[in-house]
Nanobody, 119 residues
Framework: VQLQASGGGLVQPGGSLRLSCAAS????????MDWYRQAPGKQRDLVAT???????DYADSVKGRFTISRDNAKNTVYLQMDSLKPEDTAVYYC??????????????WGQGTQVTVSS
């Protein structure tokens, strides 16, 4: 199973970015999908999560600004980030819970994508 994340970059405060993360390989089903972020010198924190059925939850720091969504047909999760602030600067990681074709359950991390919010 592989996760391919994309969409990071440099944006000015108040701007927007959209991250995506696609899972591929011997996948039977993708359950919960999450986005985490890690700023330099800090721990990795949960930003947003979405269940297979579409229920979502967000860290207080991003509520009202970030939107997580998914396309189950494409095994892809998205993170729409609006009204970005300098404190949103971090490496963003996708994280997914997968049931493989073999029946094994496992979780996987994407490679991380840098988001920098700066003027």
């Amino acid at each position: 199973v592989q996760l391919q994340a994309s969409g990071g970059g440099l944006v000015q405060p108040g701007g927007s970015l959209r991250l995506s993360c696609a899972a591929s390989g011997s996948i039977f089903s993708v359950n919960a999908m999450d986005w985490y972020r890690q700023a330099p010198g800090k721990q990795r924190d949960l930003v947003a999560t979405i269940t297979r059925g579409g229920s979502t939850d967000y860290a207080d720091s991003v509520k009202g600004r970030f939107t997580i969504s998914r396309d189950n047909a494409k095994n892809t999760v998205y993170l729409q980030m609006d009204s970005l602030k300098p404190e949103d600067t971090a490496v963003y990681y996708c994280h997914v819970y997968i049931i493989k074709i073999s029946g094994t359950k496992a979780d996987y991390w994407g490679q991380g994508t840098q988001v920098t919010v700066s003027s």
